[in-house]
């Protein structure tokens, strides 16, 4: 319920904001909050013109899904079976 809450509602971008700031505030520790790295992955894409992005570890897809625009083409790849089978299906429309 809280993956659904987070992923799909205002609260969820909210609280992806939150987090930012929370990370910020804490002297920027690792790991980077998804949010600065999806933005940072954005970044690069267009300062260098890079067309391929390569994931190792999918989890949902929000990354993959948040950068997609940015690429020409993506690759992720997942170790878990049930994740990898989500991916599948949500991303299915782009084989
Ligand atoms: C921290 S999550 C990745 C989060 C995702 N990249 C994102 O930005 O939303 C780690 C994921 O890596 C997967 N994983 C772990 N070891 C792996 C491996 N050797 N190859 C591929 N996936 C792996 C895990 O199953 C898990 O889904």
């Not at 505030?25 to 909050?33: C, E, F, H, R, T």
């Not at 940072?40 to 989890?59: D, H, M, R």
């Not at 929000?62 to 625009?69: L, P």
């Amino acid at each position: 319920m809280y993956i659904l809450i987070m992923r799909f509602t205002l609260l969820g971008r909210v609280g992806r904001y939150v987090s930012y700031l929370l990370w910020l505030a804490k002297g920027q520790p690792v790991p980077a909050p998804n949010l600065y790295k999806e933005q940072l992955i954005k970044l690069l894409a267009v300062k260098y013109g890079l067309k391929t992005f390569v994931e190792t570890g999918t989890y949902y897809g929000d990354t993959t899904h948040s950068v997609a625009r940015f690429f020409d083409k993506l690759y992720t790849i997942e170790l878990d079976d049930h994740l990898y089978d989500k991916a599948k299906r949500r991303f299915a429309k782009f084989e």
